[in-house]
T-cell receptor, first 113, second 108 residues
Framework: DTGVSQDPRHKITKRGQNVTFRCDPI?????LYWYRQTLGQGPEFLTYFQNEAQLEKSRLLSDRFSAERPKGSFSTLEIQRTEQGDSAMYLC???????????FGQGTRLTVV | GIQVEQSPPDLILQEGANSTLRCNFS?????LQWFHQNPWGQLINLFY???GTKQNGRLSATTVATERYSLLYISSSQTTDSGVYFCAVIPTGNQFYFGTGTSLTVIP
């Protein structure tokens, strides 16, 4: 296992289109996190999963955003009706359990034109 | 929510110099990690250090949880050390709170 994997690495989309990102965590890691990072800022929390259960969502996660983790393995983050303000780096992380070391993927850079 | 402040915001060093990066946080934490963000945006783990001192090659870190700060030491800096360094903490709950980072530039 080579770490947290995210796909695609880059996505350019037109405003109003839907996009979906995928994250494959480190195997056996129960916790999976999504973060968003804009230029010059630190990453901001979006949501996290414990196995397949989505246990916490940030107020940043508007109703245009939805995340799933079927069967507690990979996760998807979908953004509907994209807006220019959605342009950012979307980062996924996983950890074995609460208060254990978390590892981040390479991120998906979204550009909405 | 918890406040995480990093200093300095920007740092320029000559290759071979040493540096100390600081992270202050406003509440007690259960988890603290230091990351290096490479030019492609990936966060590389440096240390998982909720308390105590750790060393890894030219890098070392110390967290004094009771005084709510952590320090990252970089010795004999190299150009490949350039990038943004983030401190991230988990207080109670389950999400990381990141600082705004220290942007390090090492010049040859």
């Amino acid at each position: 296992d080579t770490g947290v994997s995210q796909d695609p690495r880059h996505k350019i989309t037109k405003r109003g289109q839907n996009v979906t990102f995928r994250c494959d965590p480190i195997s056996e890691h129960n916790r999976l996190y999504w973060y968003r990072q804009t230029l010059g800022q630190g990453p901001e929390f979006l949501t996290y999963f414990q196995n397949e259960a989505q246990l916490e969502k940030s107020r940043l996660l508007s109703d245009r955003f939805s995340a799933e983790r079927p069967k507690g393995s990979f996760s998807t983050l979908e953004i509907q009706r994209t807006e220019q303000g959605d342009s950012a780096m979307y980062l996924c992380a996983s950890s074995l359990a609460e208060n254990t070391e978390a590892f981040f993927g390479q991120g998906t850079r979204l550009t909405v034109v | 929510g918890i406040q995480v402040e990093q200093s300095p915001p920007d740092l320029i060093l000559q290759e071979g110099a040493n540096s100390t990066l600081r992270c202050n946080f406003s509440d007690s934490v259960n988890n603290l990690q230091w990351f290096h963000q490479n030019p492609w945006g990936q966060l590389i783990n440096l240390f998982y250090i909720p308390s105590g001192t750790k060393q890894n090659g030219r890098l070392s870190a110390t967290t004094v949880a009771t005084e709510r700060y952590s320090l990252l030491y970089i010795s004999s800096s190299q150009t490949t050390d350039s990038g943004v360094y983030f401190c991230a903490v988990i207080p109670t709950g389950n999400q990381f709170y990141f600082g705004t980072g220290t942007s390090l530039t090492v010049i040859p």
